[in-house]
């Protein structure tokens, strides 16, 4: 058993939506992708005042990949084409599979968008195989209640397991690849060692605080990314201070990526196809 190293660590970027504060650590100019996580979008934290104008997402397509998506704090409402409809509130989960097509929205419910408060929420997309691209779409909303908060480390570390595997214990989402997807709590000190990772791929990032992880004495801050070698089967993180991670593993796709906007396919002409699918209004009724 060896410990995975530690290749380079990525900040995230800014790059705000409207008044939307967002920061983005993959894709960067150093990193296109941990295969199979594409992208993460990391929004807020920040406190809306009374009357405003809530999430930009309106009705937007999304073909071949996954998006899943963590509320911190905050609420958001989901609406799909395939009749998929929900309020997620702080501490919940969405997990919708576009597969083929649909079309969602992701906007902030008439609760928030009269009394206003505070929101932070990460959006992160999972590619699909080849094989999976054209698969029906899927939505799964999960509140806080509804994922296991498991408590480790002697209570210094408490991991929210969404999907995947922990000492006998399952994450709600069956992931269709297999995807370990987690938020973790730190307290001071606390230590994680995660084990049976060879051959996957590590996504880790860092939300609050600072941690050490893998073979290397890096301080890795808030809004860092940490670029994990495929090399090893284990990691272990120490928290430095109070800290919440995002933390996920998976078997890499190894596939061409192609993506055009909302589309991730394996080819240009796939991507084309998609467009022309959209268009005809294969991808549902807009909402």
């Known amino acids: 058993m060896t410990d995975k190293l530690v290749r380079r660590i990525h900040p995230a970027l800014r790059d705000d939506i409207g008044d939307l504060i967002t920061q983005r650590p993959v894709p960067s100019a150093h990193l296109d992708q941990v295969d199979p996580f594409l992208f993460l979008n990391h929004h807020g934290p920040q406190t809306y005042p009374p009357h405003n104008r809530g999430l930009p997402f309106g009705p937007h397509p999304h073909r071949g ?23 997620i509130r702080a501490g919940g989960v969405q997990w919708m599979t576009a597969g083929s097509g649909l079309i969602h929205a992701e906007i902030s419910p008439r609760e928030f968008l009269d009394s206003g408060g505070p929101l932070e929420i990460l959006q992160l997309w999972v590619n699909l195989p080849p094989h999976l691209k054209m698969t029906a779409p899927a939505y799964t909303g999960l509140q806080k209640e509804d994922i296991p908060a498991l408590s480790l480390d002697g209570g210094r570390v408490t991991m929210h397991l969404s999907a995947g595997e922990w000492d006998g214990r399952r994450g709600p989402v069956n992931s269709l690849t297999g995807v370990f997807m987690s938020t973790i709590e730190f307290q001071a000190g606390g230590t994680l060692r995660v084990r049976d990772l060879a051959q996957r791929n ?30 090893g089967d284990e990691v272990e993180m120490t928290a430095l201070e109070d800290s919440v991670v995002l933390f996920g593993h998976a078997e890499p796709i190894g596939a061409p990526v192609v993506s055009h906007g909302p589309f991730v396919m394996n080819s240009r002409a796939e991507i084309e196809q998609a467009i022309r699918d959209y268009q005809a209004g294969k991808f549902g009724a807009p909402m």
């Open 65 to 87: 990949f996954e998006t899943v998506t963590f509320i911190l704090s905050g609420m958001l409402t989901h609406k799909d084409s395939a009749g998929h409809e929900s309020i």
């Open 202 to 231: 590590v996504f880790l990032y860092v939300v609050r605080g600072a941690l050490k992880a893998g073979v290397a004495d890096d301080r890795i801050s808030a809004l860092h990314l940490v670029e994990l070698g495929s090399e």
